[in-house]
């Protein structure tokens, strides 16, 4: 038996999708922000970073949208390939 979705049905479930996509990258921002800070920020006797927490926080946001960005790439290539 072929059962499609209806119209209505379709729309519901891309809705939930998306709010549960906005959920996840909220979790990833806010899991990254707070690793960085733990790492990097040690001095908490001024208002601004000094040079090496500036540097610091930018490695550390570079490594983990890179990792995040090659474990993407190869979701999708295993996607691609039905595997998934």
Do not use: P, W
Request: glycine share 2%.
């Amino acid at each position: 038996m072929d059962r499609r979705l209806s119209k209505k049905e379709e729309e519901r479930i891309v809705n939930e999708l998306n709010k549960l996509q906005m959920i996840e990258m909220v979790d990833t921002s806010v899991n990254l922000t707070n690793k960085c800070f733990q790492s990097c920020i040690t001095n908490f006797r001024i208002r601004k970073l000094d040079d090496e927490e500036q540097l610091c926080v930018y490695k550390c946001v570079e490594k983990n949208m890179f990792f995040t960005s090659a474990l993407n790439n190869h979701f999708m290539k295993l996607s691609n390939e039905g595997m998934f």
